[in-house]
């Protein structure tokens, strides 16, 4: 028996779960838990109704360390799948450490009351969990996650040497409403409106939000959009674990519609995570905007077009400089028939659903904490074209971009 507990049951919980519930011999018993039982039972419903497995619900507060530890010692799981906020990484790290469970997630850890995500708090978990014999794999979504591992197996299978990544996510669907996030808004707009970081020669450099644009044509007719570079988690890992990387950058796809309402609310002050008095209550603005806004699971039916997320990763092959890029292309609407989903959910529920995998199946199985480049790439890229997520590497003739 194979159990394991899913904590957080958004967009991207709905996901996993689905995905989880197509391999029953691999996932044998799964518990969706999250803050909200209703959510929970909601995907439970659909899950029975789509493969007539069924699975158990539970209400928990992941916040809350000895009733998360409590919950864990009673269903006894092999593995929690953390798919909660940021927040929650650490107080869900050590439940498992105090349960004796393995852990993995899809977000790093992020402080409630600063806008800055680094791994270092993550990191400094690496003794507990190997003298544990407990392993915990961060980072299993898509960016990070399937970019971390396209990164790895483009090092391991095409090159000598890699010098240059370039992270590109590219979102050519479209929801229908004037503004809205494909994940967690209040997660979405921390890091958009973050100052921008990226990696050049052994350091980071710091540049406004938004102050780097590029056009850049995607393949297979998805389009041509506007990207904007911006600060992601996976720059830290990739550039410590890759030392050979000179320059990395992250870029993103915006419509004019979602930067010009963001400029607007970023004005009057929405964004904010300081708290106000509001008619003698304190109020954090951006939560209060998260909660007017529609929910990214909601999104699913209405959004149609493609999302294209890779990276071009340049470097050195038999003594000549070569440019490659990975990547895979995903359809929101047939994410939606398979899994009722929209696809920015999709590609991050599938790699999760992966890497859970590849641990239970001890492919990955090794006590301490690991980003998800530092595992063997090929049984995931496998997978991925195997549960929904194929990929595709061309070789780019002269320098696309950036
Ligand atoms: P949602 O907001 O849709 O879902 C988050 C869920 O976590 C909600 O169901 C929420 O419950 C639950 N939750 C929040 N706090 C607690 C708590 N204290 N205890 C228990 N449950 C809690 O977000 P998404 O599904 O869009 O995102 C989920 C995670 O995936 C985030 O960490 C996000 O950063 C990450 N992500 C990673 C990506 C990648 O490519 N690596 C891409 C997209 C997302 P309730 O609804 O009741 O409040």
């Excluded at 038999?318 to 590609?347: F, L, M, P, R, W």
């Amino acid at each position: 028996m194979t159990k394991v507990v899913i904590i957080g049951a958004g967009g991207v919980g709905g996901v996993v779960t689905h995905k989880c519930a197509q391999l029953p011999t691999v996932f044998t018993d799964i518990v969706l838990a999250s803050r909200t039982l209703s959510k929970c039972d909601a995907i439970a419903e659909q899950v029975l109704k789509n493969y007539e497995v069924k699975i158990s619900t539970a209400q928990v507060d992941a916040d809350n360390v000895p009733e998360l530890t409590q919950f864990l010692i009673q269903e006894r799981p092999k593995l929690v799948i953390n798919v909660a906020l940021p927040y929650q990484d650490l107080t869900i790290m050590d439940a498992c450490l105090a349960a004796g469970v393995h852990y993995m997630d899809t977000a790093n850890y992020e402080p409630e009351d600063t806008a800055k995500f680094e791994y270092k708090w993550q990191w400094a978990y690496q003794e507990k969990f190997e003298k544990a014999g407990l392993m915990a794999l961060l980072g299993s979504g898509f960016d990070p996650g399937a970019t971390n591992v396209f990164t790895a197996y483009l090092a391991k299978h095409y090159f000598d040497e890699i010098q240059q990544l370039d992270i590109i996510d590219v979102n050519g669907g479209d929801h229908g409403h004037p503004f809205a996030t494909n994940f967690n808004p209040e997660i979405n707009i921390r890091e958009v409106t973050a100052e921008c970081r990226h990696w050049e020669n052994g350091d980071f450099v710091e540049t406004e939000a938004m102050s780097k644009k590029a056009s850049f044509e995607c393949p297979e007719a998805v389009g041509t959009y506007n990207i904007y570079r911006m600060y992601h988690e996976e720059l830290e890992s990739l550039t410590k674990h890759f030392p050979t990387i000179k320059k990395a950058q992250f870029w993103m796809s915006f419509s004019e519609n979602y930067l010009n309402h963001l400029r607007v609310l970023e004005g009057i002050g929405m964004t904010s995570i300081e708290p106000v008095m509001h008619n003698g209550q304190e109020i954090i603005p951006l939560q209060f905007l998260k909660s007017i806004l529609p929910e990214p699971a909601s999104l699913g039916p209405r959004t149609v077009g493609r999302t294209c997320i890779g990276c071009i990763v340049k470097g050195v092959k038999d003594g000549k400089e070569v440019t490659q890029y990975i990547y895979n292309i995903c359809d929101h609407q047939a994410c939606y028939a398979e899994v009722q989903s929209q696809a920015i959910s999709y590609t991050t529920g599938v790699p999760a659903m992966i890497g859970a995998k590849l641990m239970l199946e001890d492919k990955w199985m090794k006590p301490g904490v690991w980003n998800i480049e530092q595992m063997d790439p090929d049984p995931f890229m496998d997978d991925m074209n195997q549960y929904g997520l194929p990929w595709t590497v061309i070789e780019l003739t002269q320098d696309k971009i950036l």
